[in-house]
């Protein structure tokens, strides 16, 4: 299970994902996309083994008579109780304890009944309006007074959230969401149905990235305060859940254990590059050159990188940035605000955007110096294929980022400018550490981070959900 990510689109999970699935060909790979519209291009070709459904977000809803008599009262009865646990604040673990619960008998409901109407009704709105006056003291404290349109707003988000949890179920051998959150909706309905077992990978810290979103979107504080509470509680579900969680890196450990994973049920698989597409990247750029690669996008804060760059043209005239890399649907204006910031401090010409390039490898050899920028990663891709082929590396001290880099290259404060250019000119001008840390790099992402490895823990957590699940089918 997957959003917004593979097949429809490029970026480190995705590519986390093609490894995964053309690494076991042995096995047939049902993938439940949920997407946006359900009219997304397949950004990937698959393999034969391989087939993809899409769970769209948005798009036209389902129609559906409805409900009547003792289905509308259970329905009535249940959507109340999930605006009570998502605006109290009991402990976070029984609170969670209910939440799942009411997920599950939702479920159960939506097997019979279909819901889409109810969960968009005037009903549905009123006891939005109803649950929030009874949080009067709440809202008071912070100016806040939910309006009708919160409301709305807020049934239609809850609405769409719920897509996935009510979608057909498949019945595997196991499931595998690739995130926390909305997809771990389609794993709980197939372990629900068919006592499947779910194994839950995190890349990045999907709960702290919505934090991160929200923050910048256009709804009010009351509607914002519903969503993350209704994805707090969906990714502790996920956590307390999963038959088996494996982070991408340790860091994210942190993060689900406060979120209620049980600790007996964690193993970390880092994430793995095939060294044959990694060769050393050999000679160096002529002029001093900074590359960044990625999907252009808030996370990647490609701002901090472009005002460090400033000040690296400051001390460094003929310096570069080169920047490659797609834009996703949606953030086009992130993009232009971030090449107006360039040209608002003088550095067109110098600070190119080079869009995707067909070979990711050169972006990383058109450098002498790799940079992250993030403000929130899991263990990224191009920190350890930059560090496979051979290049220094200056990066963001964010989710795994020091667990791959170690001393192998240098680590500074997100969202700090000064200390990122001062990282950077510190190897730009010194060409033996900067050649010596590539090297070092290089070798440690050849013992710790394959792709090979990678593909071999999955095979047999695969291999031993499934065997650990036998007897009980055969008893059956």
């Not at 570069?320 to 910031?341: I, S, V």
């Not at 050849?446 to 959900?465: G, H, K, N, P």
């Amino acid at each position: 299970m997957t959003e917004g990510t593979y097949p429809h689109a490029y970026g480190g999970v995705s590519v986390w994902c093609d490894q995964l699935v053309r690494g076991m060909s042995e096995h047939r790979f049902a993938v439940r996309a949920i997407t946006g519209t359900g009219e997304e291009r397949l950004a990937w070709e698959l393999p034969d083994h391989v087939t993809v459904a899409t769970l769209p977000l948005w798009g036209a809803p389902t129609r559906g008579p409805g409900l009547t008599g003792r289905a509308a009262r259970r329905f009535a009865w249940l959507y109340r109780e999930l605006l009570t646990n998502l605006m109290s604040d009991p402990d976070e673990a029984a609170g969670a304890e209910v939440f799942g619960e009411i997920l599950r008998e939702l479920y159960d409901l939506s097997r019979v009944e279909h819901l889409g109407s109810a969960l968009r009704g005037e009903d549905a709105v009123r006891w939005m309006l109803a649950a929030w006056a009874e949080q009067g003291d709440r809202f008071t404290e912070v100016g806040v007074v939910p309006t009708v349109h919160d409301a709305l707003t807020a049934v239609d988000l809850l609405e769409h959230a719920l897509r996935p949890l009510f979608a057909p179920v498949t019945e595997t051998d196991v499931t595998h969401a690739v995130t926390n959150g909305l997809a771990v909706l389609v794993g709980l309905a197939a372990k629900w149905t068919y006592g499947t077992p779910l194994v839950l990978t995190e890349h990045g810290v999907y709960l702290r990235e919505r934090y991160l979103e929200y923050r910048a979107s256009p709804y009010g504080w009351a509607v914002k305060a519903l969503m993350l509470s209704f994805l707090r509680r969906l990714c502790g579900a996920g956590y307390r859940q999963a038959d088996l969680i494996t982070p991408g890196n340790r860091y994210n450990q942190r993060w689900e254990l406060r979120g209620g994973a049980d600790p007996q049920r964690l193993q970390t698989v880092y994430n793995g590059v095939d060294p044959a597409h990694f060769p050393p990247a050999g000679d160096e750029p002529d002029v001093p050159t900074i590359s960044w690669a990625g999907r252009v996008d808030p996370i990647k804060d490609l701002e901090t990188l472009i005002r460090a760059f400033a000040l690296i043209r400051a001390e460094l005239p003929t310096a570069r940035l080169r920047m490659f890399g797609g834009t996703p649907r949606g953030n086009e204006g992130y993009r232009d605000k971030c090449l107006a910031l360039a040209d608002s401090l003088g550095l067109d010409g110098s600070a190119v955007y080079e869009g995707r390039v067909d070979d990711i490898r050169d972006a990383y050899t058109a450098g002498h110096v790799v940079v992250l920028s993030s403000i929130s990663e899991g263990f990224p891709y191009t920190l350890i294929e930059a560090m496979t082929a051979g290049r220094s590396t200056v990066s963001t001290d964010v989710g795994g980022v020091t667990e791959a880099v170690a001393d192998t290259g240098l680590v500074v404060p997100p969202r700090d400018a000064p200390a990122m250019a001062a990282a950077c000119l510190e190897l730009l001008r010194d060409d033996d550490r900067r050649r010596r840390l590539g090297a070092a790099a290089r070798d440690r992402a050849l013992e710790f981070f394959t792709v090979e490895q990678a593909v071999e823990s999955f095979r047999t957590i695969y291999d031993d959900l499934v065997s650990s699940r036998r007897p009980a089918l055969v008893s059956a």
